[in-house]
């Protein structure tokens, strides 16, 4: 293998259950042009969701089967997120990491790393009469790849929680309203700390990485639900002028897609704003490989408006983001 292309892609609630057979078929017109396009030899996707075919049988990613039967992306080694007790898929938005390159090893990590924090709710209704566990909504999911030469290829699938409001007891009302501002701004509290604390864990578990292999391949690319400048990003890239010790320069990561011109560094488009929420962060070693990314966002759609407009979009909303990596010639 010559070249390594990684992508990542929120593929925004795949599902096919019965209910949806007609909005299924058009999401695979959609969104299979756009996997292939990607040429990706490893692809992080998030929010594929899975289902129990019969009642007692196991949640399969029937989905993601169906999406990518006919090409090659069918014959990828697979691993996927499980649910809390890590029994099976969640039947939610679960983390995928599909690789040609060969799997030897992965895990998940939730909560492994960082405790739930405890806290007491102020605004809710009963009031909470002691602190409460404050879990993610997710775990990060962790595979290690055989790359080229021989090297191991850490790849990290994040799926950070976005910035809406947490449910409080009371507070939360039918069609999503709230019953008063200070309950909404209580969840909305909650929930930064459940994004920052996924952040800390997903930064924690590089750590360890580093530890085991100061010039380890790295590559943690998700929806972080989060710009350049915002503290989840910054809590997992670890910069310079963060730590103030140049000593540590190695461990950070760094966003490949700052390469790409920045009129087109967006993945979403939020009420007429371009954001970029989709990242790829590669450490140094990594780094040296790096020949460029890509963002194919031509035809993504405005994420607050196109729902109102468009009845049962088979789109995604985010755009999918690709790197190009080659080993460095040696010798």
Same mark, same amino acid.
């Given at each position: 293998?010559?070249?390594?292309?990684?992508?990542?892609?929120?593929?925004?609630?795949?599902?096919?259950?019965?209910?949806?057979?007609?909005?299924?078929?058009?999401?695979?017109?959609?969104?299979?042009?756009?996997?292939?396009?990607?040429?990706?030899?490893?692809?992080?996707?998030?929010?594929?969701?899975?289902?129990?075919?019969?009642?007692?049988?196991?949640?399969?990613?029937?989905?993601?089967?169906?999406?990518?039967?006919?090409?090659?992306?069918?014959?990828?080694?697979?691993?996927?997120?499980?649910?809390?007790?890590?029994?099976?898929?969640?039947?939610?938005?679960?983390?995928?990491?599909?690789?040609?390159?060969?799997?030897?090893?992965?895990?998940? &990590?939730?909560?492994?790393?960082?405790? $739930?924090? *405890?806290?007491?709710? &102020?605004?809710?209704?009963?009031?909470?009469?002691?602190?409460?566990?404050?879990?993610?909504?997710?775990?990060?999911?962790?595979?290690?790849?055989?790359?080229?030469?021989?090297?191991?290829?850490?790849?990290?699938?994040?799926?950070?929680?976005?910035?809406?409001?947490?449910?409080?007891?009371?507070?939360?009302?039918?069609?999503?309203?709230?019953?008063? &501002?200070?309950?909404? #701004?209580?969840?909305?509290?909650? #929930? #930064?700390?459940?994004?920052?604390?996924?952040?800390?864990?997903?930064?924690?578990?590089?750590?360890?990485?580093?530890?085991? *292999? $100061?010039?380890?391949?790295?590559?943690?690319?998700?929806?972080?639900?989060?710009?350049?400048?915002?503290? $989840?990003?910054?809590?997992?890239?670890?910069?310079?002028?963060?730590?103030?010790?140049?000593?540590?320069?190695?461990?950070?990561?760094?966003?490949?897609?700052?390469?790409?011109?920045?009129?087109?560094?967006?993945?979403?488009?939020?009420?007429?704003?371009?954001?970029?929420?989709?990242?790829?962060?590669?450490?140094?070693?990594?780094?040296?490989?790096?020949?460029?990314?890509?963002?194919?966002?031509?035809?993504?759609?405005?994420?607050?408006?196109?729902?109102?407009?468009?009845?049962?979009?088979?789109?995604?909303?985010?755009?999918?983001?690709?790197? *190009?990596?080659?080993? $460095?010639?040696?010798?």
């Amino acid at each position: 293998m010559k070249r390594l292309r990684i992508a990542t892609f929120n593929l925004e609630s795949l599902d096919d259950r019965p209910q949806l057979q007609g909005d299924f078929a058009d999401r695979v017109l959609v969104l299979r042009p756009q996997l292939l396009r990607l040429r990706a030899d490893v692809l992080c996707l998030q929010e594929v969701n899975a289902r129990a075919v019969s009642k007692r049988g196991p949640r399969e990613l029937t989905a993601l089967d169906r999406l990518l039967d006919g090409t090659e992306y069918q014959h990828f080694h697979r691993v996927v997120s499980m649910n809390r007790g890590g029994a099976r898929a969640a039947d939610r938005h679960n983390l995928v990491i599909l690789s040609r390159l060969p799997v030897i090893e992965h895990c998940q &990590v939730w909560h492994d790393l960082v405790p $739930p924090p *405890e806290y007491r709710p &102020v605004t809710a209704q009963p009031p909470a009469l002691a602190p409460e566990a404050q879990e993610w909504d997710r775990p990060v999911l962790h595979a290690v790849l055989e790359a080229p030469g021989g090297r191991r290829l850490h790849v990290v699938n994040v799926h950070l929680r976005a910035p809406r409001a947490a449910w409080l007891p009371g507070q939360k009302g039918e069609h999503g309203r709230w019953t008063s &501002v200070g309950g909404w #701004a209580e969840g909305f509290f909650l #929930a #930064a700390i459940k994004r920052t604390g996924q952040a800390l864990e997903a930064r924690l578990l590089v750590e360890r990485i580093f530890d085991a *292999e $100061p010039d380890a391949l790295v590559a943690v690319a998700g929806d972080f639900n989060c710009e350049d400048r915002e503290s $989840p990003l910054r809590t997992i890239r670890g910069d310079e002028e963060d730590t103030a010790n140049g000593h540590l320069a190695p461990r950070v990561l760094v966003p490949v897609e700052r390469s790409v011109p920045e009129s087109q560094r967006f993945s979403v488009i939020h009420h007429g704003r371009k954001v970029l929420l989709d990242h790829i962060l590669a450490s140094r070693a990594l780094l040296g490989w790096f020949l460029g990314a890509e963002l194919h966002n031509e035809a993504v759609g405005d994420e607050i408006v196109s729902p109102a407009a468009v009845w049962a979009s088979p789109n995604s909303f985010h755009a999918p983001l690709v790197a *190009e990596f080659a080993p $460095p010639r040696t010798g």
